[in-house]
T-cell receptor, first 116, second 114 residues
Framework: DQQVKQNSPSLSVQEGRISILNCDYTNSMFDYFLWYKKYPAEGPTFLISISSIKDKNEDGRFTVFLNKSAKHLSLHIVPSQPGDSAVYFCAASAATFTSGTYKYIFGTGTRLKVLA | DTEVTQTPKHLVMGMTNKKSLKCEQHMGHRAMYWYKQKAKKPPELMFVYSYEKLSINESVPSRFSPECPNSSLLNLHLHALQPEDSALYLC?????????????FGEGSWLTVV
């Protein structure tokens, strides 16, 4: 049961254009969302986050949009650069009922390739 | 400085061996995590420690045994593993395990069970 899904396994974009990565979730209890970038043989690197009380958060070239009613979030990268080529994971968190500890569930990932 | 250090980077072990993965952070974070990642799959949560106490165990087999000796260190003891346990093991930490905390990952330990 995949609670966080990234339906596009891969995406290719020209350098300088916008990259849009999408993420859908099923659990309405998720209330904090993060995006990570992962290069091969490295751990995921945090990019940007958004709380469920917001619908947009921006940090430099990265903007995350959240549509709670659609249970959908997206990451926009503008302008895209060749160094952005990596696998991107979205992650969602919700408190567990037993301990109140927040756990993070990761999406399936999208491989972005930015073409020079 | 967001740094989580994992050792060893690569480990090959037999099915009868006992080994340990180690993780260290000096950011004053009070929550630490173990994730497992197989090829072309997302990271899967294994354990969460909050203030040195085990808070979440995602029904992980007992051949994986976590330990949190202090707030900076997290170990994963491995015993009688199976070849299907071969994966990238990621340690992460966050300021706390409450809402709105970003988790920061180490580079991972590549485990091969032969």
């Amino acid at each position: 049961d995949q609670q966080v899904k990234q339906n596009s396994p891969s995406l290719s974009v020209q350098e300088g254009r916008i990259s849009i990565l999408n993420c859908d979730y099923t659990n309405s209890m998720f209330d904090y969302f993060l995006w990570y970038k992962k290069y091969p043989a490295e751990g995921p690197t945090f990019l940007i986050s958004i709380s469920s009380i917001k619908d947009k958060n921006e940090d430099g070239r990265f903007t995350v949009f959240l549509n709670k009613s659609a249970k959908h979030l997206s990451l926009h990268i503008v302008p895209s650069q060749p160094g952005d080529s990596a696998v991107y994971f979205c992650a969602a968190s919700a408190a567990t009922f037993t301990s109140g500890t927040y756990k993070y569930i990761f999406g399936t990932g999208t491989r972005l390739k930015v073409l020079a | 400085d967001t740094e989580v250090t994992q050792t060893p980077k690569h480990l090959v072990m037999g099915m009868t061996n006992k080994k340990s993965l180690k993780c260290e952070q000096h950011m004053g974070h009070r929550a630490m995590y173990w994730y497992k990642q197989k090829a072309k799959k997302p990271p899967e949560l294994m354990f969460v420690y909050s203030y040195e106490k085990l808070s979440i165990n995602e029904s992980v087999p007992s051949r994986f045994s976590p330990e949190c000796p202090n707030s900076s260190l997290l170990n994963l003891h491995l015993h009688a593993l199976q070849p299907e346990d071969s994966a990238l093991y990621l340690c992460a930490s966050s300021q706390s395990s409450r809402l709105g905390n970003t988790i920061y990952f180490g580079e991972g330990s590549w485990l091969t069970v032969v």
